[in-house]
């Protein structure tokens, strides 16, 4: 049965329509209002506030806190200063990822690290032989995401003397808020300009509290998981468990990935110290993958005349959706959408995919299984570039 | 100059190893870090005059293909064999005493004294465990194939040994399968009434491990000490002349012979590798000598996490190493005797006491000396194996007097530096006055002693925690899963590092299987 959050007393109060679902062991709204779409929009066009407590939270410490980090991810953590925040993932000795999330230096000595799912004895057997220890502090700490062009204005008015506005992307800052000690990073899930804010459980009501009112005049809204979901499918950000697999939870090969063929490559620092992993990243470096990871973008019109056989009008759910849907180019399967949605503000059906590396190209046209009254179909799509949605804001320097 | 391989450690697997490699032309070098070699089966002068096997007694495991295929005997190795196996000390005079002969029909009449019952099973057990040990024999001296890469060449010399297991028949394959997993206690319970009988039986299948006779497969323990056994239902009972530290000084001389080095009191400090392909080691002053491959005698976890370091292995590996099963639980007291103290209600003469003295009245004896084990404590009442080897090889001693040393269970590893300091003292006391009662006048015939627990065998002699196996020989930890499923093939993940000692295949005891396997499979590859 999952637990409430250290926010629950304030967004079980605020969740009319009584969705929750369960993310990671906590009980997690899903929407607020009967339906999303003014969450989503809060998002997009003010601030949306989120409830991301229930992100697993570990903090690396020791003398040998950095050795262990850069152990554990693909991504080089003797380049990340004090106060800088990276999205890594982190992958088995086979190069086949474990889990992704973020890290943030918070000393010289001291890491704190965000995970999708339980990582405490994956990291603590990393640790081994090491000088540095490993704590859950999943819930010790309170976190909740601020979201949206307006995110900034609302903080300043609730820490003016921190500079928030100088705060870069990617970048963390400590400070108090109303005498209370929280922490505010430029991070987020959403592809926008956006925060998190995170604090001692204990404060959390009051830090939510704070923050409700700050943004009331702002247009604020609390915003559940519906919403945020189409927002992180528009900036082409990875779900666990929906678009790839943990190592740990794949049971055949097909189901395992590695870190580039989540499209991550990116974040694999081959010229690091070694890793976890590093062998097989290289071999897979030299060798090429073989699945990639890629954005699609479904041809409406020709989607409209698919469903119009039918004399219907292109039924998709409202919501970004998390079934596998197989891929297809001349008419021989390769690969699957693992997420999908409509997006309101580009107004274009958008899909993340797993597709066989060489038809990974941006422009690809290829197929897209749609089941129409009951019969399988294929409508048209396009490869495309990711993130779908990329406001100047999100990186910008103020 | 680069030697072609560097073996860290003089125990006799090693120097089997070493023996193979040099026989193959090899130029190799081995390192010993203590004074003596032989390692956990060595013999040291630890009194003037007195000569004690510190470590493993009985040589009755060592592999007859290792003696020929190295002419050992050429080399100064003898055999001395007891006729009796082992005989068990009693306190009341109500029974004959209990005797196990290495002649079949003398411990049958023994046993017509103590259970008619028993005395007419006894010979259909030999036969049935022999049968069970023969199988065992089969695979003692192959390298397990590893199943996760499931290579048709690995798996070709299994086929001869799954033809000889088919062919055993459908029952004895049945029975096989059956007595496998089983505890020593209810295996033994199957055969015989005797409480005595199965104390005295049972009394090797907890060897080397922290478990008490009730636990699921103990029983495996009987038929891979029956590898040594002729007659006798129990272990071997054949000594070498001189002590067992002569094996390992015949396999010196092979080593030596065919131009290679062994420097003792030569501790190597770590394994020197790049980019995961070991190149030599280092020595304690910071020497580094380099070398094609290093082996190592040395047990897994020493190996991989002191002479390695964790921190160059992979995570998932590291698990599954740290999760080897090797807790100590072995002692020793090595007694120099003025004269052979006397056993109550003993026979006469001395020929029952030339094997094995064996006090395990029964297995729940034993069990409640696990029991004790269990939650950290040596045994209020221990299992005691004692070996007089001065009776059959007075050169071991001075003339009239004796050593015997006295083998006990449990006394478990402990970690905390406070409870060492004592623990070495109380073992000694607690030993001692078990035996007291069933030789009284055992005080006034030591001379000097010499205790040696799980602290000692850690700090002194190289092995974690005081595994004198190298790791528990459980079901979960033989064959292609020691010492870690996936790497059962002497292999490690650095490259041309290999395992040689009682960690691997088939496990420990001075059989010298590991050592002679792991060589057969680097010449293989090289
Ligand atoms: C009290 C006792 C009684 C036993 N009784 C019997 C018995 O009767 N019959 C039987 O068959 N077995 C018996 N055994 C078990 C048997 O002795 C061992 O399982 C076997 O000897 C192990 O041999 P090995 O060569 O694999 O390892 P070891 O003998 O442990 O050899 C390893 C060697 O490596 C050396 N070494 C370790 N680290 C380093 C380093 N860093 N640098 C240099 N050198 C290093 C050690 O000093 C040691 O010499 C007994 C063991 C004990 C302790």
Redesign the interface.
Known sequence: MPIPTPFHSRTAALCKSHEWRDWAGYLAAVTYEPTHEREYWAIRNSAGLIDVTPLFKYEISGPEAL?VVD?IITRDASKCAIGQVLYTPWC??AGKIVDDGTLTRLAEDRFRVTAADPNLQ?FE??A???DASVRDITAELGALALQGPLSLEILRKLAPHAEIEKLKFFRQLETKMAGIPVEITRTGYTGDLGYEVWCASTHAEKVWDLLMDAGHNYGMLPAGLAALDISRVEAGFLLADVDYFSCRKAVIAPQFSSAYEVGLGWAVKLDKS?F?GK?ALQQEEQRGSQWAFAGLEIDWPELEKLFAEFDLPPQITGRASREGVPIYKNGKQIGKVTSSTFSPILKKYLALCTIEAQHAKIGTEIEMEVTVEYHRKKAPARVANTPFYDPPRKRATF | MTYDAIIIGGGHNGLVAAAYLAKAGRKVLVLEQRAVLGGAAATEEVLPGFRFNTGAHDAGLFRQEIIDELALEKHGLSFISSPVAAFTPRLQADAPPLILWNDLKKTAETLSAISEKDAESFPRYIEHIRTMTAMLDEIILRTPPNLFENRFADLTPWLKSGLKFKRMGKQDMMAFLRVLPMSAWQFLDEWFESERLKGLLGSTSIFGSLQGPMAAGTAFMLFYQHLGAQNSGLASSRQIKGGIGQLSDALAAVVRAQGGEIHTETPVQKIVFEN?VATGVQLQDGEIISSKIVISNADPKRTF?ELV????L??????KV?AIKMKGSTAKLNLALSALPEFVNAPSGQEHLQGHIVICPSLEYLERAYDDAKYGRFSEQPLLDITIPSLLDPSLAPEGKHVMSITMRYAPFVSKKADCEHYGNHVRNKIIDTLADYAPNLRDCIEHSQVLTATEWQREYGMTEGSILHGQMGLDQLLFMRPIPGFGQYHTPIENLYLCGAGTHPGGGVTGAPGRNAAKEILKKR
């Open positions: 050795a152990r088995n000795e994956w057997d990393c081994f032989g090491f070694d976890v062998k | 995961g996490f370091g964790a921190r160059h992979g995570p998932e590996f590291n698990r740290r």
